[in-house]
C-alpha cells in the first residue's frame, strides 16, 4: 500500500494519485474520507476530489450567489467564528496542466496535514481540555488534477508542453484527438492550445480589467466562449458552492530555476485595491508580509508576478467571499523547468531532493509558524476555531486559517501554550 506521497516519485500518474488518496480512507482515527464525483473532462476523464472531515454528517449550506461585480466584500466567516461555522478548505492544483510541482506539493501538504490533524483530534486529552463544548469540526478537500487530460498529455511525451485543457479549438485536432492517442497524436496535441481553465472564471472574464484572457481559440491563455463553459471550471464551481468553501488555496509553479516562489491575493485582475474593503486588504496584506521575509514575492498579480489575468478563480472564489490565495512553488534548482522531465525515470532518491526542494519553499504554514514571533502568535489572537491546551509542544497555527502542527518547544511540560487554529479573525 502507497502510504508515503514521495514514493511516488515526481511524475504521479493519475491512477496513483487517486490509489494514494483513496488509501487514507480508513487510514485515520478520527478523519474519514469522502469521494467527490465531479463530472468528466472534455476527454471523458473523472474529475473527482476527496474530502477529510471529522464531521461528515454535517450538511453544508448551498449558496448560489450570483457573482457579485461589486467586490466590496467581507468573507464568510465572521470575526468570532461559532461552533456552527464550519471552515471548508480547498486546496487545488493542476489547474495547468504542466504545473507539476504544485501537485507534488498538494500532496505533501496532504500528507503532513492529515496525519498531524488526526493525531490531535485522536487525543482525547486535547479535546476534554478544549474550550469549546462540542467537537471541534476540520474539513478539507483536495481537487488535484484539475485538468487531467493535459496532464494526461504531458507524461505522454515528458515535455510539460500542454498548460490548456483538450477542447478540439479545430477539425484537424478534433481527428488528432478521435485518434487512439499514439504518441504521435499526443505529441500534436502537446503543442496546440484550447482554454485556459484559469481564465473560464466569470470574476473579469471581460470588462475593463480582463487582461490576458484571449479570445483567439487555440491560444495560451484562452479564456474560452463563456464563464464556466468548461467541464474542469463547472467541476470547480460545483465544488466550492456545494461544499460551502470557505478558503481557497491554489497550487501553481514558476517556469524555471531561480525565480522566486510567489504568494498571490486577490485581485489577479486590473480590478483595482479600491474595490476591496481596506480592512479585507489589510488582513491579505498582513498575511503574505511575512512570507516576504522568507524570499516569496507577495501581492496582487500585478505585484507578484507581474501581469494581470482576467477569468481567474482567486477573482471568483474571493467574489464569492472566500479567503483566496494562489501559491506559485519556485522550480529546485536540480530541474531544468516546471516539469522536472529530466526525472521521469528516476525514483525516490531523486524525488525527494525535488520534494524538499519544492517543499522546503511551498510548505507555507510551517513557514508561517517558523517567522511569527511565539508573543504575536500569542497576543494576536488572530485565530480562533478550535482552541487547544497542548498538552505536548506542539503548535497549530493556520496561514489564513490553514492548519500546521509543529514542534515550538522543547520542554513542553514547563509551558503549556495555548494555540489556536482554523478560521482567521480579523
Ligand atoms: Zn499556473
Not at 532518491?349 to 500569542?378: C, H, R, W, Y
Request: glycine share 4%.
Amino acid at each position: 500500500m502507497i502510504t508515503r506521497a514521495s514514493e511516488l516519485g515526481v511524475h504521479p500518474t493519475a491512477q496513483d494519485v487517486d490509489k494514494w488518496f483513496l488509501n487514507h480512507q480508513g487510514l485515520h482515527n478520527s478523519i474519514s474520507m469522502e469521494r467527490i464525483s465531479l463530472g468528466k473532462s472534455v476527454q471523458h476523464r473523472t474529475l473527482f476530489a476527496n474530502r477529510f472531515t471529522n464531521t461528515p454528517d454535517r450538511l453544508t449550506e448551498f449558496s448560489d450567489e450570483k457573482f457579485l461585480t461589486n467586490h466590496r466584500l467581507e468573507t464568510k466567516i465572521s470575526s468570532e467564528p461559532t461552533e456552527d461555522e464550519q471552515v471548508v478548505i480547498l486546496m487545488q492544483s493542476l489547474i495547468h496542466g504542466n504545473e507539476v510541482l504544485g501537485l507534488l506539493t498538494l500532496m505533501q501538504i496532504a500528507e503532513r496535514v492529515l496525519a498531524e490533524v488526526d493525531t490531535l483530534l485522536s487525543n482525547k486529552q486535547n479535546l476534554r481540555s478544549s474550550s469549546l463544548k462540542s467537537k471541534p469540526s476540520f474539513s478539507i478537500i483536495f481537487f488535484p488534477i484539475v485538468n487531467p487530460d493535459a496532464y494526461h498529455v504531458n507524461l505522454q511525451v515528458n515535455a510539460g508542453c500542454r498548460r490548456t485543457n483538450l477542447r478540439p479549438c479545430s477539425k484537424e485536432q478534433e481527428q488528432i484527438i478521435q485518434l487512439n492517442l499514439s504518441d504521435k497524436s499526443v505529441f500534436a496535441m502537446c503543442y496546440t492550445n484550447a482554454v485556459d481553465l484559469n481564465r473560464n472564471f466569470p470574476a473579469d472574464w471581460d470588462g475593463q480589467y480582463s487582461a490576458f484572457s484571449e479570445e483567439h481559440f487555440c491560444s495560451f491563455n484562452h479564456r474560452g466562449a463563456a464563464p464556466f463553459s468548461e467541464p474542469e471550471t463547472q467541476a470547480v464551481k460545483k465544488l466550492v458552492l456545494e461544499y460551502n468553501v470557505t478558503h481557497f488555496i491554489r497550487l501553481h509553479s514558476r517556469a524555471v530555476p531561480r525565480m522566486q516562489p510567489l504568494l498571490i491575493h486577490p485581485f489577479a485582475s486590473f480590478r483595482p485595491m479600491a474595490d476591496m474593503l481596506p480592512q479585507t486588504e489589510a488582513k491579505h496584506r498582513q498575511w503574505v508580509k511575512l512570507m516576504r521575509l522568507r524570499g516569496y514575492k507577495v501581492g496582487t498579480a500585478l505585484e507578484a508576478i507581474e501581469y494581470a489575468a482576467g477569468g481567474t478563480t482567486l477573482d471568483w472564489t474571493f467574489s464569492q467571499k472566500i479567503m483566496a490565495f494562489v501559491h506559485e512553488a519556485a522550480v529546485p534548482n536540480v530541474c531544468t523547468d516546471r516539469w522536472c522531465g529530466e526525472y521521469k525515470n528516476l525514483h525516490t532518491g531523486n524525488s525527494n531532493i525535488i520534494l524538499k526542494q519544492t517543499i522546503k519553499d511551498s510548505e507555507i504554514g510551517s513557514i508561517f509558524v517558523k517567522l511569527a514571533p511565539e508573543d504575536q502568535i500569542m497576543q494576536s489572537n488572530q485565530t480562533s476555531f478550535l482552541h487547544f491546551w497542548l498538552p505536548q509542544n506542539l503548535c497549530i497555527l493556520s496561514t489564513f486559517g490553514m492548519f500546521c502542527i509543529f514542534a515550538r518547544r522543547s520542554n513542553p511540560i514547563k509551558k503549556l501554550k495555548k494555540f489556536i487554529c482554523w478560521g482567521q479573525k480579523k
